[in-house]
């Protein structure tokens, strides 16, 4: 009787399971498991000190695990030396040669595999063609813009064919401009190329903008890991609520009846009851874009509270509120601008938002809590 055999695990998949890292007394990463598709884009993020980098760098084989498993292509690859993975790593730096052309500059991990010259100058055209960067080929890197690096940086790292690319935040030197554009390109790239890409970033604009799944690092663990729509408009906790996009938050007990959390300025309703017993701290998540405004004095009713314009700021494509609830609240509120009631500081209105677009979190503290702030 014969048995088939088991498929070997496709190029590009990365299986962490029970990865720990402590430095003295630290713990960067803590028993942290992570299941990574072929072919797909997949962000780490988080704020300074979640684990994130650490995390890139123990897949890459510049650090050692304590204790866990790293899986890529179904081999274990714990105890291989970065050049035996089949990973290449960009970083922020670009840590080219400038003593060195573009085409040398892609060509040189070739050349330290002895590969074959015609092979070598195949490979590197067509590295330098993916990013466009051909003309560029006999310059030095001293000549070329941050964006124009960037791009030889990617090329060095393509032409090796990994099955899994890794960037640590390589956008981060780039102006904003050039960064979204440059967001555009790798995403652009990748999806043509069906390289796995792992990157890591601090900013949530890159992750929500490049993704197919986003993992919110928190303490050395993942809070969530979804794609970007879930991720934004469902979040796990009040800590993915607070980093990814901006919250208003609001702060109470759960009421008598446990179907509301009651907070000093308003009642707040939400799609589902709160999860907690009658009179335990909960907290209420909305996100400006979906608070209502208009001129009033009397608020009435679940959801809708009064308060005074402070400060009105045109932001292209919307307008921004700062509303004055209390002495010690504030609520943050954008409209879209075409259409928006006009206003002015000073204003009385009423605030108001659905019950739909509320979410309810056990009090927890929000990685920054921007809105529902006293009033500066």
């Not at 684990?51 to 304590?66: N, Y």
């Not at 300025?265 to 009851?273: L, N, S």
């Amino acid at each position: 009787m014969t048995t088939k055999a088991t498929p070997d695990p496709p190029s590009g998949s990365v299986t962490i399971k029970g990865l720990t890292k402590t430095y003295g007394q630290a713990t960067a990463v803590d028993g942290l498991d992570l299941e990574i598709r072929p072919g797909e884009f997949i962000s780490l993020l988080g704020p300074s000190g979640c684990g994130k980098t650490t995390t890139l760098r123990m897949i890459a084989g510049f650090e050692k695990p304590d204790s866990g498993s790293i899986m890529i292509g179904g081999k274990d690859v714990v105890r291989l030396a970065p050049y035996q993975r089949d990973v290449n790593t960009v970083f922020q730096a670009y840590a080219l040669f400038p003593h060195k052309s573009v085409a040398e500059n892609v060509a040189y991990g070739l050349q330290q595999r002895k590969t074959p010259r015609a092979e070598i100058r195949e490979r590197v055209v067509e590295a330098l063609r993916m990013v466009r960067m051909l003309d560029f080929a006999d310059r030095s890197p001293t000549q070329l813009s941050g964006g124009q690096q960037q791009r030889v940086a990617l090329a060095r790292a393509l032409v090796n064919r990994p099955g899994v690319l890794l960037l640590d935040e390589p956008l981060g030197a780039l102006d904003r401009q050039l960064r979204e554009e440059m967001q555009l390109e790798l995403k652009l790239l990748q999806s043509r190329l069906g390289i796995t890409f792992v990157f890591v970033t601090h900013d949530q604009g890159e992750a929500l903008a490049m993704s197919d799944r986003i993992a919110i690092m928190r303490a050395g663990r993942i809070e969530q890991l979804a794609d970007a729509d879930t991720v934004y408009n469902q979040p796990a906790s009040a800590y993915v609520a607070g980093f990814v996009g901006q919250q208003n938050f609001l702060q109470g007990e759960v009421s008598a009846d446990g179907t509301t959390v009651e907070t000093p300025i308003v009642v707040v309703e939400g799609p589902a009851k709160p999860d907690g017993r009658p009179g335990e701290p909960h907290q209420a998540a909305i996100r400006p874009e979906l608070i209502s405004i208009e001129p009033g004095t009397v608020a009435e009713g679940l959801n809708t509270v009064a308060g005074e314009v402070l400060q009105v700021s045109p932001l292209g494509e919307v307008i921004q509120y700062l509303v004055k609830v209390t002495d010690e609240t504030s609520l943050l509120i954008r409209r879209p601008a075409h259409g928006a009631v006009r206003l002015s500081p000073g204003d009385q209105v009423l605030c108001g938002w659905a019950a739909e677009d509320v979410r309810l979190f056990p009090l927890d503290t929000p990685p920054d809590p921007t809105t529902a702030r006293s009033p500066q």
